[in-house]
């Protein structure tokens, strides 16, 4: 009986573990044309939706971007609980030199800051300075978890 309940505490601490870490699966973003996604927390995830900056709004910007050498660009953007979507990050993808060549020491960066650097090409991210929604709400959390995460470059895996 004692081999039976000292098998039995391990199994089941096992299964509570196990169903702990679903909570926080990760899911995989894609953000083509930029070859790379994130790794998020599916809660997270199911908020995101990329937008490819140059052929959904093209502008000035993306157009400056482009003729600067960014070889892909999009947006992350967050929807929020009650359906309202915000642009919450931009995502670029140059090659080292025209990152380097576009950004200029004594200015904030215009494309934002590198946060991977793989084969002599750049992911940076352009993202909020500070979190639009009320940080105890459940939108403010999600959002600095994910402000979290377009930082590390351990959130991206090359496509």
């Known amino acids: 009986m004692k081999r039976l309940k000292f098998g039995f505490i391990p ?4 299964l509570l573990a196990s169903c702990s870490n679903d909570s926080q699966a990760m899911v995989e973003v894609n953000l083509a044309p930029v070859p790379y996604s994130i790794q ?3 809660e997270i995830a199911k908020h995101l939706s990329v937008e490819n900056m140059v052929t959904t709004t093209p502008n000035e910007f993306t157009n400056q971007a ?17 359906g309202t979507t915000h642009g919450f990050a931009g995502v670029y993808y140059f090659k080292k030199a025209d990152f380097e060549k576009a950004g200029n020491p004594n200015e904030p960066p215009v494309y934002g800051s590198k946060v991977l650097e793989e084969k002599s090409m ?6 909020p300075q500070d979190s639009i929604f009320d940080p105890n709400s459940q939108d ?8 979290t995460l377009v930082y ?5 895996k090359s496509s």
């Open 122 to 127: 750049v992911l940076a991210i352009a993202g």
């Open 140 to 147: 403010g959390k999600k959002s600095m978890a994910l402000y």
């Open 40 to 42: 998020v927390p599916a």
């Open 152 to 156: 590390d470059p351990k959130s991206f």
């Open 11 to 14: 199994v089941l601490l096992l």
């Open 66 to 82: 482009r003729e600067a050498g960014a070889i892909a660009q999009v947006y992350i953007n967050y929807r929020e609980d009650d």
